[in-house]
């Protein structure tokens, strides 16, 4: 037999709140029910005020979370932003240098040229190179784990500063990471070394360049802890604190890993081709230098040849 389901019970009517004198007229037993009726009453008052109390505070709180976790997510997706800003100074991904030398004193002066940072989404400017017509531009990408680029340097780089210092060149130094990986990520870290002092002490940043390629290895892949790299920096005579806590941080990892992609990936800027398939990467007046590595004579003369035609078109006004 079907059963039939028994109606909710419907919410009591409070009894009527009566003055003084009605309760007066009441019998003792109906006075004493009263009370007994009110005293429920103010119960059942009583609890849903401390329902509504609870419901309130959770909804509060509910919507403190809720704000302070949107304020700490927008926080951290704008820290996340921030560590792809690139350094200072370095907004063609390189650090240009230009040199002179004082003919009363013989001495040679090296100089940064400062720039903006590239922005998070931006793209890299590239140097203009017709405010150097005067002298042959030459761009260095060096993998500073990678013995080949060590091997260049160690020809070459004593050749390339004396004509910098002299100012028949001027040297734009592209730190890459083409060697980096999960097993050695020491050119991603000496790369972001170098961000580091382009950012804070770019007078410094040649100085350093030649201690990291000083200690790098021509047989192997170099491989240096965080401490070892920071006190080569040290060393060179870099001790400013935003420059070793950089380093520490790896605060230009992700620019690092932007900018060794953008010239691997047809992002190369002045240069006679788009992308950079091995290291170390020498683009003069943007004609890629093809000699051997160790070849100080052929790189001289290609160097020589180019800024002879650097000079000539200078003089002629072309």
């Known amino acids: 037999m079907p059963t039939t389901s028994k109606p909710a019970p419907a919410e009591q009517t409070p009894a009527p709140v009566l003055s003084n004198k009605q309760r007066r007229k009441l019998s003792k037993r109906e006075q004493a029910a009263y009370s007994l009726e009110m005293v429920e009453v103010r119960r059942r008052e009583a609890r849903r005020k401390q329902i509504r109390r609870r ?8 919507l403190a979370v809720a704000v302070v976790g949107t304020g700490a997510g927008l926080l951290i997706w ?3 932003r921030d560590s792809y800003i690139g350094p200072a100074n ?4 390189g650090l240009l ?20 940072a590239i922005q998070t989404d931006a793209k890299p400017v590239a140097t203009n190179l017709a405010n150097h017509k005067s002298t042959a531009n030459v761009a260095l990408y060096l993998d500073y784990a990678d ?7 160690a020809a070459n780089g004593a050749t390339l500063e004396n004509w910098l210092g002299a100012g028949y060149i001027t040297l734009e130094m592209h730190p890459i990471a083409t060697t980096s990986s999960a097993k050695n990520d020491y050119s991603r870290r000496a790369a972001n070394a170098l961000a580091c002092v382009a950012a804070n002490d770019p007078s410094q940043f ?21 401490t ?15 420059v070793t806590d950089c380093i520490g941080g790896t605060s230009y990892g992700n620019w690092v890993d932007a900018a060794t992609h953008r010239a691997t990936h047809g992002g190369l800027l002045n240069a006679d081709k788009k992308s950079l398939t091995a290291a170390p990467l020498v683009e003069i007046n943007k004609k890629s230098y093809t000699g051997k590595l160790d070849d100080s004579s052929a790189l001289t003369s290609f160097i ?5 035609s650097s000079s000539s078109s200078s003089s002629t006004g072309g």
Not at 90 to 93: C, E, G, I, N, T
Not at 97 to 116: E, Q
Not at 147 to 153: Q, R
Not at 304 to 308: E, F, G, K, N, P
Request: charged residues 20%; aromatic residues 2%; proline residues 2%.
């Open 97 to 116: 240098l230009t040199g002179s030398t004082d003919s009363s004193t013989n001495k040679a002066t090296i100089s940064p040229v400062t720039t903006d």
């Open 206 to 226: 040649l100085t350093v360049s030649d201690a990291l390629i000083k200690a790098a290895s021509t047989k192997k892949q170099t491989s240096k802890s965080t």
């Open 78 to 80: 704008k820290d996340i």
């Open 147 to 153: 013995p080949k680029s060590a091997t260049f340097m």
């Open 228 to 242: 070892a790299l920071t006190a080569l920096v040290t060393k060179a005579g870099v001790t400013d604190t935003k």
């Open 90 to 93: 370095m907004l063609s991904d």
């Open 55 to 62: 419901v309130t505070v959770v909804i509060s709180s509910v």
């Open 304 to 308: 020589a040849s180019l800024y002879s």
